[in-house]
């Protein structure tokens, strides 16, 4: 629609203007010759894809984005793949309007970004990705409406293959550490890309590094590879195994045996010369035999494909269900296994594997599956400081039980089985097999109190929703005796009437309160008792009488009670991590959305609630729920409101 706008007003070719304004915002490059050129000016004939597009159009240019050149140059192996991301009809003469749009996974969604033929440049040579034929630009644009999603070119600065791989497919990706890696890998490769998944490989680096370090054999550590094919080739009177791997730079090759000029290609006939598509070129591919391949890299990624990825759902597809959360500090940000008084608080999500897998060769009663726990949007939010955290997520068996489990549940139980590590990465993912049963899934930061968005993903069996989710109706509790003291304050500021007024009830309580010296509290406020009485007022006179005030007093008791029972540390005040079982304790039920907005409006700067605070929400949440119940008429839990209703 916006190309078609472009074309029918006439106007000059779409200027992006959002992201690329100012080149500082690009990078930061100590140079003053960057300019952002059309591309009409780089060259008399561009064009976007030439002769179709291939891993070759991928070449590095001065941004340190090495893992997600790698990434796209696995997904060129696969068209269906490829050309959802990179919409291929485009071009740059019939319906051109300088406009080009691509279509990426971002976080569960499919989202598409738009972006203009300009392009940066520094005498008039592209500075970022490139392609081996220089009148060709789709690898380019691709990678400025990558950096558009996430604010800028300098946002794409390091980091794995596996990113670019998972946005590109929506798939999810497993890793193996090639010193821990199983004794079927070859296998498993081999598997993966005859199914369609992308593929990554890296050399760590023994030290840190800034730069990117070239080896003997000239392999690079600190650098991400394409993986691009796996293969068995007769050679001689043995078979042996290949892998097809490729630098994103365009050049620096592996100089081993089986690379391009390498000996063995002697030995190899004609056909199988073609099978493997040998070519003694200097661009950036090359063959190595699967024993070199696991001696001198660390790591591989493979990106399994999900239903949505590719038009035909064969079985062999994975499916995968997307579960959104958050950590908010104060309620839900519990941290790691080693803070047992917070961890209880992350957000917890129930899994049900149901039926065994169906492999004949298996005689064990279990159920495969791959959970993977994202953070969301530190790359984009990495200019405001916000890096990586240190996540990962722990498995418990639970028997029946649908609500959030609670603090004495996990100091009794041992996890069933969890993540590798905890790690600074933006996603962990790990492969499990666990009987048939139900779990609960707990993900985390490893230091409590940080705050962040997350989504859940897992494969193959159902996953429902957040536990505890719906709120439960609360009991309303029988009422215990008049305290005579307080009936005696009660009938000292009503006078004749036997009614007060939320000054007066203001009075009361903060006298009566002011009192107890192991409760903190700043005094009740006149909007909160005006909430009191609103909540306890029957006659609509908007003042109390007698009865009940004394109700609304044996409420407030009460909730003294539960508060006393959570102020562990004699504060007289409780951590907004306890207030999600002190409102259990008061006969409410709520869901974890709730319980954050709890947080973030009664808790101070330290993460605590003080007594008036505490009253307060739970006043609010009586009201709540009594008017619910007035509504639901039917007993069924919902109701059906019109606008004159809800105001």
Known sequence: MLQNNCILNKCCSFEFLSLFVSLKLLYHLETNSLMMCVLQEICDNPEFIVGGASRTDICQGDLGDCWLLAAIASLTLNDKLLYRVVPHEQSFSEGYAGIFHFQFWHYGDWVDVVVDDRIPTINNQLVFTKSAERNEFWSALL????????????????????????????????????KEAPKELYKIMKKALERGSLMGCSIDSLVPARFATRTTTGLVTGHAYSVTAVEESQHKESKVRLVRVRNPWGQVEWNGPWSDNSKEWENLSKGEKEKLQHQNAEDGEFWMSFEDFKKNYTKIEICNMTPDALEDDKLHKWTVSVNEGHWVRGCSAGGCRNYPETFWTNPQYRLRLLEEDDDPEDDEEACTFVVALMQKNRRRERKLGANLFTIGFSIYEMHGNKQHMQKEFFMSSTFKARSRAYINLREVTQRFRLSPGEYVIVPSTYEPHQEGEFILRFSRMYFSNPMSDQPAPASTGEESEEDQQFLSIFQHIAGDQMEISANDLKDVLNKVVSKYKDIHTDGFSRESCRSMIAL???????????????????????????????????????SSYEMRNAINDAGFRLNNQLYDIITMRYANENMHIDFDSFVSCLVRLEGMFRAFQAFDQGGDGTIRLNVLEVS
Request: charged share 30%; net charge negative; hydrophobic share 30%.
């Open 536 to 574: 306890m007022d029957m006659d609509g006179k908007g003042r109390l009488n007698l009865q009940e005030f004394r109700h609304l007093w044996n409420k407030v008791k009460q909730w003294q009670g539960i508060f006393k029972c959570y102020d562990f540390d004699h504060t007289g005040t409780i």
């Open 143 to 178: 990678e400025k409406a990558y950096a558009k999603l996430h604010g800028s070119y300098e946002a794409l600065k390091g980091g794995n293959t596996a990113e670019g791989m998972e946005d590109f497919t929506g798939g999810v990706t497993e890793f193996y550490e090639m």
